[in-house]
C-alpha cells in the first residue's frame, strides 16, 4: 500500500484531492503533468489517481500523465456550470463525486474549495504533509533527474566563473573585453548557457563586496577585484520540473585575511556537515553542530555569522522537505540535500559554499563535483 | 478609499490576509516582492498593508516591496514558534495578532492556515475575489510594464519567424544550414533572445501540421513545407512579473486551399472582435459573436473549429480576468486582454491569430503591432 492510501485510509476518508497549477510541486508530483492552468486531482484509496482537465489539454494530458485522465465534461464539471453553479461549487460537486466520500487535502487546499466541499462531504486536513514526505524520498528515477540538472548547473556555473576568470583589473574594478564585468553579465552567461540544455535560471545570485553580507541579494553592477563574490544558482528543469542548488565564493585578486579566514571555516564546516549525514542523523542536530563549529572558529550565529540553516531538501521545489534546520528531523536513505553553511558580516563580506547529494543509509552521496578554490 | 478597503468593511471584517510566494499572482500584486518561499501579508481596513518576511529577506523586502515590511521575529512568529506551535499554528496566531479582529482571505487561502486562524477570529472568504478584480484594471505604469514585454516578444516572434523564412525545403522538410530546423530550434532561439531582454519563455508553443490541430501542443521535432506553423509565446519580464501573448500562424512554401480559407476566416474573426471591444462590452457577447461569425463562414464550433474562449485577461498571470468565454462579463478600461479566435481540425491543421492590447473607454488600443502574413 502506497503512503497516499495509508493517509487516507488512517484519516477515515474516501480520497484525497489536490487542486492547482503545476506550480504546486503536490500537483506536479502526483500528476506529472504540466500546466499554468489550475487542474483537480483525485486518488480513491486503493485506485489510480484521476487528473482531471479541460478537453483541450486531453491529448497532452494522456501523453504525459502519470494519472488517469478525465475530461472536466466527463466527470461532471460543465453540466454543473450550465446549471448555474459558480466555480468553486461546480469544482467542488465534482470532486465529491469522485471521492463518494470524506476527502482528504493537503494543508495548501484553497479554503474557498474546501467550503463547498464540505456541504457534501467532510473534509480532513492531510496535517501529516503525507505528499511532502513522500516528495522528500526521492526513488532512483528521481535521483538521476536531480544529478543531470546537476551537471548542467555545475557547468553553469563554470562558464560563470570562467568569465571572472579571465578578467582584469582596471582600478578594482574587473574587466572583460575593456569593459567592466558586471554580475548581470555572468548571470546572463549562465542563464542563457541554461537554456540550451533545457534549464531555467531562476534569480541566480551574482554578489560582490559589501551585497555579499546579505545571503540572498542578487547582485548587481561591476564586479569588484579582491572582493568575494557569491555565485548562488538553483535552476530548474523545464521538462521534469527537478531542481539543483549550488553555491561557490571566488575572489578574483588578494582577498582580505577575514575573508580568507571564513571561507577556511566555512569550507571546514561543509566537510564537517557532510561527515555527519547518513539515514537516522538528525537535521537539527547537524545543524547545530556547525553552528558550534563555527563558534570554536570565533564566529557566533546571531543577526550576524551563520543566519541561516546548513540545508535543505531540493527536488520539485528548491526548497522542500527535509529541513537541517533548528527544526530538522531526522533524515532517511532517498533525501535529496544541501549542505550549505556560510558566514555574513556587513562591512567584511559573505562566504557560502554549497554542496547537493543524496542521504544514504550510511552516508552523504554528493552529486556535486566541482572544485572549490577561493582565488581564482 | 482603495477596493481592498472597501472590501474588508463590506465584509465586516478587521484585516485582509494573504499568503504565498510570488508564484501567487496575488501576493505579488499585493506585496511586490519576489520570493519562491512563502510570505504572509495582512492589510488592516485604512492601513499600509504588511509583508512579514525572514529577517535574512528584510534589506531586499524593503527595497522591493511595495508594502510596510516586518520581520517574523518581530511580529511575534519566531516566539510561537519556540513556544511550540505547529508552523501553521504560529503563522496563523501571527496572522490573528496583526489583524486583530475577523480576517478577509481569498479563494486561495490555504486550508490549514484558516483552520487555525478560525480559533482566534472569523474567517471570511472574499468570494467576491477583491484582488483579482483590482488585478485585472492595469494603472498606467502596469500598462507600460505589458507593452514592454510585447515589444521583446514581437522581437523575439522576428528571430523565429526569420529562421522559418530563410529555411529551405528538402524533400519536404524544412532546412536550414543544412539541418532540419525544428521546433526545438526556433523556440530556443526566441528564448534566448528573450532571456537578453530580461524576459522568461514558457512553454512557447511552435507546432506544425498536424500538431496545429491541437492548440496547446508544444510542438516537437522538424518543421515541414506547406504546413501551418502556429508559434504562440507568452513570457515573463523576471523583475516585474508581467506577461505578454502572441500568437502568428506561416506557412513556408503553398498552405492548401483549405488552410487558406481557414487563415483568413479567423484573420477577419479577430478584426471583429478586435472592432467590438470597449468598456462596457460584454465578453460572452464577443465570444458568441465570433462563434456566430465563424458559422456564417460554415465553421461549426463543438470538439473541432474554435475550441477554446475569445481571449482573456493577461497580468501577472498569463490568463486572468476578465475573461472573453462564455462566462465572460463587462469590459472596464484598463483591462488588457487578447483576442485570439482559431480553428482547429484534425486531418487539415490549426490556425490561430492572438493580439493583445488594453480595453478604452472607445475601443480597443492594441498593443501588438506585428504583421500578419501567412506565407512567409
Known sequence: MNGLDSAIRDA???????????????????TRFRTTDPVVYVKKQGERGILVIPQMEHERAVRESSAAVVTRADAGYLEYIKAGEPRWRATAHMIADLAAGPVL????????LARELESFHPVVLDAAGTVEGMRAVKTQDEIEQ???????????MERGIALIRASRSKGGIL?????????????????????????????TIVSCGPDTALPHNLGTGPLL?????????????????????MTRTVVKGEPSPAIREMYEAVRDAKALGASEVRAGAVGADLHYAVVEFFRDRGYESNTQGFVHSLGHGVGLE??????????????VAGNVITIEPGLYYPGTGGIRLEDMGAV?????DRFTQYTEELII
Open 12 to 30: 477515515g476518508a474516501a480520497a484525497y484531492a489536490a487542486y492547482g497549477s503545476s506550480a504546486d510541486a503536490g500537483v506536479r508530483y502526483l
Open 105 to 112: 487535502v493537503p494543508a495548501t487546499f484553497p479554503l474557498a
Open 146 to 156: 536531480i544529478r543531470s540538472v546537476q551537471r548542467a548547473t555545475e557547468a553553469a
Open 175 to 203: 574587466h572583460l573585453d575593456d569593459r567592466p564585468l558586471t554580475a548581470e553579465a555572468v548571470r546572463a552567461e549562465m542563464h542563457t548557457f541554461l537554456l540550451a540544455r533545457g534549464c531555467r535560471g531562476i534569480d
Open 225 to 245: 577585484e579582491n572582493e568575494p563574490i557569491v555565485i548562488d544558482i538553483f535552476p530548474q528543469d523545464e521538462l521534469s520540473g527537478y531542481h539543483a542548488d
Open 318 to 331: 528548491v526548497h522542500e522537505e527535509p529541513s537541517l534546520g533548528p527544526r530538522g528531523g531526522a533524515l
Open 360 to 364: 544514504t543509509e550510511t552516508g552523504f
